[in-house]
């Protein structure tokens, strides 16, 4: 014998229009400042001078390095084997 138990379905739920409309608008809204959210958090996080500043050794350098290659490849063109 199986247990009877109370199922509630959407279609069981009669909720007034203005109540859907209300939680629609809601949602719409916490999505909105869920993506403002996002959106800012991502420009700070990709924000060029910031990084720049906080990573100004390791950055200059890996200039110089591809300076260096970049220096003795151009020069390795101009000499004689």
């Known amino acids: 014998m199986a247990a009877k138990r109370s199922e509630v379905s959407m279609s069981n739920i009669e909720l007034p229009l203005e109540t859907l409309i209300s939680q629609a608008e809601q949602q ?29 050794r390791p950055a200059l350098g890996i200039a110089g390095i591809v300076g260096l290659i970049a220096g003795y490849s151009f020069a390795g063109m101009f000499v004689r084997d």
């Open 28 to 56: 719409r809204s916490r999505i909105h400042n869920d993506i403002a959210d996002l959106r800012s958090s991502l420009r700070q996080a990709m924000d060029a001078k910031k990084l720049a500043r906080e990573n100004l």
